[in-house]
């Protein structure tokens, strides 16, 4: 669509660049932003050209630069880019998962950024199941000049709102080394074969013993719930059922979204739980 409101562009080269002008609004991707008018918006900030490295290995972890496309982190999981994954972070092999949870062609996937699916924080944001699932975080950049750290988890409020203060700035999801290292799946559900997730299940096990439960997509924010080993069937059920902010729109009920949830969650428990006793 073309945004006929906006009347200048420039490109951000450091820090100092990303203060906002009345009118202006943060480009990155754009495949949210240009799908719709944006009558308030009179000028965009590109973000590509802060040059964020897409990927970074670190000692901690993994970290995303907000500005990596979809297709990149999906490339790199799968074996296709560089750096390779380390041998030891089996987790990295739900990143492909996530993204078919995403209802976007691959021409998408070749432009949206993770940083753009978090920051617009729908409540079916792929890569926000992600995130939440492996216990991501988001350095934020603010108004100050300062930086923040975050859950991706606590950084999302509600279906369609978060706790960025209006000009501060997403600037990388970093996944720690611990949870890249552990056993997870991932099951979703909609109610058309190619539609939105209705709903998003996650669960983990970490070197530890402890588990990780997550519920998205179905709930207007993250529902994390954390045991010290893999729960009995009907502690996980109850703890999922009684999620707050399960809700209802055209593309499922509040209550259907409910009973799936505990449905997935309980598969993978059990997938889960066999896992272990082969191991």
């Known amino acids: 669509m073309d945004i006929t409101s906006v009347t200048s562009y420039r490109p ?53 630069g907000a500005t990596c496309t979809i297709a990149h982190l999906v490339a790199w999981a799968e074996g296709r880019g560089e750096p390779g994954v380390p041998a030891a972070w089996a987790a990295a092999s739900v990143i492909p998962d996530a993204a078919n949870a995403l209802l976007a062609s691959f021409k998408i996937w070749n432009t949206a950024t993770v940083g753009g699916n978090v920051c617009r924080s729908f409540a079916a944001g792929a890569m926000i199941s992600l995130a939440v699932a492996l216990d991501g975080t988001g350095e934020i950049w603010t108004l100050d000049g300062g ?16 706790s960025l203060a209006p000009g501060e700035v997403l600037r990388a999801i970093d996944l720690p080394a611990r949870t890249l290292r552990s056993r997870v799946r991932l099951q979703k559900i909609a109610l058309a074969e190619h539609g939105r997730s209705g709903a998003v299940v996650t669960g983990r ?69 066999r896992q272990e006793r082969a191991a």
């Open 12 to 64: 951000a080269r450091a820090q100092r660049d990303l203060r906002l002008a009345a009118g202006e609004t943060f480009l990155a991707g754009g495949t949210w932003l240009m799908s719709e008018p944006q009558p308030g918006t009179t000028g965009f900030v590109d973000l590509t050209t802060m040059d964020w490295p897409a990927l970074e290995l670190t000692e901690e972890g993994l970290r995303i």
């Open 205 to 273: 096990v970490d070197d530890d013993g402890a588990c990780t439960f997550a519920v998205t997509a179905a709930t207007a924010r993250p529902a994390v719930f954390r045991f010290a080993e893999v729960p009995d069937a009907s502690t996980l059920a109850a703890v999922v059922h009684d999620a707050p902010g399960y809700y209802s729109d055209s593309l499922g009920s509040a209550d259907w979204r409910r009973g799936v949830s505990v449905v997935l969650a309980r598969r993978i428990r059990d997938e889960l739980l």
């Open 147 to 162: 930086v923040r750290t975050i859950a991706i988890a606590d950084l999302v409020t509600g279906n369609g709102e978060n």
